[in-house]
Nanobody, 128 residues
Framework: QVQLVESGGGLVQAGGSLKLSCAAS????????MGWFRQAPGKEREFVAA????????YYADSVKGRFTISRDNAKTTVYLQMNSLKPDDTAVYYC?????????????????????WGQGTQVTVSS
């Protein structure tokens, strides 16, 4: 079992930065693929970024590539999402997710149904 707790959301002006954290409890973290998803009001949950078990491979949605960076610290059982050059379109609730399969390829990590555990979400609001 894995419990995920996100933090770091808030209100920021366009062009600003935020760093989200997701603290995980449980032994599965060290063998889990980790991902970030987001959901804006009236929209479906969408993939943002993912990182492999070792941290050696990262994956991004085209909409955030070059602006967001995902990383993980397995010793601290925490995954991060550094968000720079934020835009109003980035406004959403951001969710951390863990896939206990440990599989990571560009197709697999984009599917929310491939993740077994989810955090409660943290709100990110970007004002124009």
């Amino acid at each position: 079992q894995v419990q995920l707790v996100e933090s770091g959301g808030g209100l920021v002006q366009a062009g600003g930065s935020l760093k989200l954290s997701c603290a995980a409890s449980g032994r599965t973290f060290s063998t889990a693929t980790m991902g970030w998803f987001r959901q804006a009001p009236g929209k479906e949950r969408e993939f943002v970024a993912a990182i492999s078990v070792s941290g050696g491979s990262t994956y991004y949605a085209d909409s955030v590539k070059g602006r967001f960076t995902i990383s993980r610290d397995n010793a601290k059982t925490t995954v991060y999402l550094q968000m720079n050059s934020l835009k109003p379109d980035d406004t959403a609730v951001y969710y951390c997710a863990a896939s206990r399969s440990g599989v990571s390829n560009t197709y697999y990590v984009r599917g929310p149904h491939n993740y077994n555990y989810w955090g409660q979400g943290t709100q990110v609001t970007v004002s124009s």
